[in-house]
Nanobody, 115 residues
Framework: QVQLVESGGGLVQPGGSLRLSCAAS????????MRWYRQAPGKERELVAT????????TYADSVKGRFTISRDNAKNTVYLQMNSLKPEDTALYYC????????WGQGTQVTVSS
């Protein structure tokens, strides 16, 4: 079965960095685009970044452009989100997503940006 397991979240000060990882299994990872979403308390889930199956193309939400970088290692079935220059408004639960014939989600990893 499809499984997505996120890791790497934590508490970081404003201006700091974190690297999130999402380990995928149960499907042909290299054939599918992957996405990172986030959801802050009281807000709707927001698409943060997308990477195509081979990693040749990426897109970002305007709010993270220039600060976040999505990447993938198809040999390790893992997608990453490098987050730099973090702001308090980046605080959220971050989810990995794969759309096969329906959406699949991981359990999420909490990112808290606070001094």
């Amino acid at each position: 079965q499809v499984q997505l397991v996120e890791s790497g979240g934590g508490l970081v000060q404003p201006g700091g960095s974190l690297r999130l990882s999402c380990a995928a299994s149960g499907f042909t990872f290299s054939s599918y685009a992957m996405r990172w979403y986030r959801q802050a308390p009281g807000k709707e889930r927001e698409l943060v970044a997308t990477i195509t199956s081979a990693g040749g193309s990426t897109t970002y939400a305007d709010s993270v452009k220039g600060r976040f970088t999505i990447s993938r290692d198809n040999a390790k079935n893992t997608v990453y989100l490098q987050m730099n220059s973090l702001k308090p408004e980046d605080t959220a639960l971050y989810y990995c997503n794969a759309y096969l014939y329906r959406n699949y989600w991981g359990q999420g990893t909490q990112v808290t940006v606070s001094s």
